[in-house]
């Protein structure tokens, strides 16, 4: 079945550093591929996503691209701010294999960033 | 605030309860997602609805079950309950089933069995 897998971390950086959060991914079809992040004590919010290849998703100082010959889509941030400290989920959706072909999103473990200033 | 509502914020039930979560989905969004958000299991996709018709089913167990109502407001119904279900149950919505179409997250139910 599909499967997303992405660096757990966590991540520690400082202020202003560079951010690359891998992600990648199995699919059967021929998946949307999304970023989804966790502030503490709050429900996901979509960061950002990408429908086809070569797509770029882009939100916020955050980019991703979708990569199909290396089935990738790794998050990017040039410079980091304490407030993006969250947790960070890559996710795919694909068209469900079984009963009536609803849209089967599958979630990464998630990636843990801390930024200190 | 995403537009998703989640009623209770918080749970706390003994072991072999049965409760009810609730989930209102975003204004004109037909589809409702459930997920249970643990510390060892990670985000779990439950069950997914689509304008109160069931369209795609993870693992959920068969203690817990789920259904859309007309005015498209979803319930999880968890049963028999086990201090291994604890966690973060979220509901999603989204507007329709396609692949590519965003889900908007609730802020999510804990629950806690004890």
């Known amino acids: 079945g599909d499967s997303v897998t992405q660096m757990e971390g966590p991540v520690t950086l400082s202020e202003e550093a560079f951010l690359t959060i891998n992600c990648t991914y199995t699919?059967?079809?021929?998946?949307?591929l999304f970023w989804y992040v966790q502030y503490p004590g709050e429900g996901l919010q979509l960061l950002l996503k990408a429908t086809k290849a070569d797509d770029k998703g882009s939100n916020k100082g955050f980019e991703a691209t979708y990569r199909k010959e290396t089935t990738s889509f790794h998050l990017e941030k040039g410079s980091v701010q304490v407030s993006d400290s969250a947790v960070y989920f890559c996710?795919?959706?694909?068209?469900?294999?079984?009963?009536?072909?609803?849209?089967?999103?599958?979630f990464g473990p998630g990636t843990r960033l801390s930024v200190l200033p | 605030d995403s537009g998703v509502t989640q009623t209770p914020k918080h749970l706390i039930t003994a072991t072999g309860q049965r409760v009810t979560l609730r989930c209102s989905p975003r204004?004109?969004?037909?589809?409702v997602y459930w997920y249970q958000q643990s510390l060892d299991q990670g985000l779990q996709f439950l069950i997914q609805y689509y304008n109160g018709e069931e369209r795609a089913k993870g693992n959920i167990l068969e203690r817990f079950s789920a259904q859309q109502f007309p005015d498209l407001h979803s319930e999880l119904n968890l049963s028999s309950l086990e201090l291994g279900d604890s966690a973060l149950y979220f509901c999603?919505?989204?507007?329709?089933?396609?692949?590519?179409?965003?889900?908007?997250f609730g802020q999510g139910t804990r629950l806690t069995v004890v």
């Open positions: 204004s004109g969004d037909l589809s």
């Open positions: 996710a795919l959706s694909d068209r469900g294999l079984q009963g009536n072909y609803g849209q089967n999103f599958v």
């Open positions: 699919a059967t079809g021929y998946p949307s």
């Open positions: 999603a919505s989204s507007v329709d089933v396609r692949t590519g179409t965003e889900a908007f």
